[in-house]
């Protein structure tokens, strides 16, 4: 029996009264996707086939929700005869509205934070996903790649070895130290474990649906010195205990995750969406 826990909105996937206006899809996974791109563009320029945003665009990335996205997409009327600007967003937030509709329709689903292996070549990019599940299994859909496809992979359903959640990129790097280096952020240059270990705890709130920004802290992340792998003395031993538990969570059924359940979530985090940290106040879960 599917519970609701992943099948019902979060604070932060709540459409508002927008989502069948912007959004009308099929159900294909590929069509959400489309749909989504059509109103949304990331900064790689993947929809746009240019690169780099409008100054509207980037205050854009300070949207949290999915009521706010689309109301924006709805106000700059992106669909019409003489549509506007595009919502500038980021994988997380094409990844949220995904789930948003996903959820609408009583389909869990669920956002992870990840890295993976086909945005950068030999490089791990920091990347978020949507994982819906159709009724036997969870499958990832990649918004932005599966709406233009074009990818040696069905983008609707990533393999698991393209992509590595949080805590399967923590374990690999423990037992690759060397490989740290590869995981982050590229044109940023934002690399290492540290890195890693932020992104375990983003992946650890996704699961409790609480979707963070990819710039958000919280836990023993906000305490690690930034861009840096020298941390106090049982802090790993933590990070690793976080890792096994989201190991736990993956491909497990759709209730609440009972690995996490006594993990508990921030009501503040350390956001830095211009390079300088501020301390942003969530929403009540």
């Not at 689903?109 to 030999?122: E, H, K």
């Not at 393209?162 to 940023?188: M, N």
């Not at 933590?238 to 996490?260: F, H, I, N």
């Amino acid at each position: 029996m599917r519970s609701i826990f992943y099948a019902s909105q979060s604070a932060y996937s709540e459409p508002g009264p927008y989502l069948d206006t912007v959004i009308q899809c099929s159900g294909e996974p590929r069509h959400l996707a489309r749909q989504i791109s059509s109103f949304m563009q990331h900064p790689r320029g993947l929809q746009s086939k240019s690169e780099g945003f409008r100054p509207e665009q980037v205050g854009d990335l300070t949207l949290r929700t999915v009521w706010e996205i689309l109301g924006v997409a709805a106000e700059r009327d992106v669909g019409g005869r003489t549509p506007g600007t595009k919502v500038g967003g980021l994988c997380r937030d094409f990844a949220i509205v995904a789930a948003s509709w996903f959820r609408s329709r009583g389909i869990p689903a669920r956002l992870r934070a990840g890295f993976a292996d086909y945005i950068v070549s030999g490089f791990w990019e920091d990347h978020w996903l949507c994982e819906w599940h159709d009724g036997c299994h969870w499958k990832r859909l990649d918004v932005e790649f599966a709406a233009d496809g074009g990818m040696p992979f069905d983008a609707s359903d990533v393999p698991p070895e393209r992509f590595l959640t949080a805590g399967e990129a923590w374990l690999r790097i423990k037992g690759e130290p060397s490989s740290a280096s590869l995981f982050g952020v590229s044109s940023l240059d934002l690399r290492g474990a540290w890195f890693v270990a932020g992104s375990l705890f983003r992946d650890v709130a996704a699961l409790r649906k609480l979707e963070l920004k990819p710039w958000d802290y919280w836990g023993p992340s906000a305490n690690i010195s930034w861009m840096s792998d020298e941390w106090p003395p049982g802090v790993r031993s933590t990070l690793d205990q976080v890792a096994l538990r989201l190991k736990s969570v993956d491909g497990s059924g759709c209730g609440a995750p009972e690995a996490l359940a006594d993990w508990p979530l921030p009501t503040r985090v350390i956001s830095f969406p211009e390079g300088k940290p501020v301390v942003v106040v969530l929403r009540e879960t």
